[in-house]
């Protein structure tokens, strides 16, 4: 007989590499929430500073410094030797404003690993599942940032063919702080970007948890709602080849 194949024991099918802020503790739970028998979800974390954000400027410095920890992070969760990379961080994805900008942000976390790996941006994955719902025009933004961020969604979102209507930006005192909030104010943060034109609600902000309240607003709101940890962590493992379905994190999982 012929060895047997070694793989990891619980990891069997895919090892996701995952890079996200220090600050963040939202990504890890709501990714191992979502996470597929045979799958495992190894961090690299961005080193920053709980940095102070209370306007455009100090949030812009908090980007700029997940984007110097960037490297480091992706040099870290390689030597577990993953099978697939996530960006688990969305601000960073649409930080450069433009299509380009994503593919360049791609390469680097391609040319950083060493070796030919896949990954998944958040854009990756807003831009299929608006695909995949048939969006046409007209979708909504509710995030944790301030207004600086506009001019970076209007820019990737007018590539891809999308007019937001509204923004909600929450204004997190600092990045560990996103995340500090009630069920109440999440469903309330959803329901005030909620418009009988627009056609689908996305939630950005990777420290803000709204995998599960997405998929309870998708009923009470009868539309399409994204959470981005949802929809990145969706896109992973579907460009992986994982496609297994099942409910509780919005109609992506249950029926793509």
Not at 54 to 78: C, H, N, P, W, Y
């Amino acid at each position: 007989m012929g060895e047997l194949a070694v793989v990891d024991y619980l990891g069997y099918r895919a090892k996701m590499g995952v890079t996200t802020p220090s600050t963040n503790t939202v990504v890890q739970p709501e990714y191992d929430d979502m996470r597929p028998p045979g799958v495992t979800n190894h961090l690299g974390r961005m080193h920053i500073q709980n940095i102070d954000t209370v306007d455009d400027s100090s949030f812009d410095k908090s980007i700029e410094l997940i984007d110097a920890g960037l490297d480091g992070a992706v040099e870290r969760v390689m030597t577990c030797e993953p099978d697939y990379l996530v960006l688990g961080i969305s601000a960073l994805s649409v930080w450069g404003g433009t299509l380009a900008s994503v593919e360049d942000l791609r390469k680097r976390m391609k040319d950083r690993a060493g070796r030919d790996i896949g990954v998944t941006l958040a854009v990756d994955g807003v831009r299929e599942a608006l695909k995949l719902h048939g969006i046409k025009k007209k979708i909504s933004i509710v995030e944790p940032y301030y207004k600086t961020i506009e001019p970076k969604m209007e820019g990737i979102f007018g590539e891809l063919g999308y007019d937001i209507v509204k923004y909600n930006h929450l204004q997190g005192k600092s990045p560990a702080t996103y995340c500090h909030l009630t069920d109440e104010q999440i469903v309330n943060a959803f329901k005030d970007i909620d418009d009988p034109s627009v056609e689908c609600l996305v939630q950005f902000g990777a420290n803000l948890p709204g995998a599960r309240i997405a998929d309870e607003a998708e009923r009470w709101l009868g539309k399409p709602v994204i959470s981005i940890n949802v929809v990145t962590y969706w896109h992973a493992l579907r460009s992986f080849g994982i496609k297994d379905q099942f409910r509780g994190f919005t109609s992506l999982f249950s029926k793509f």
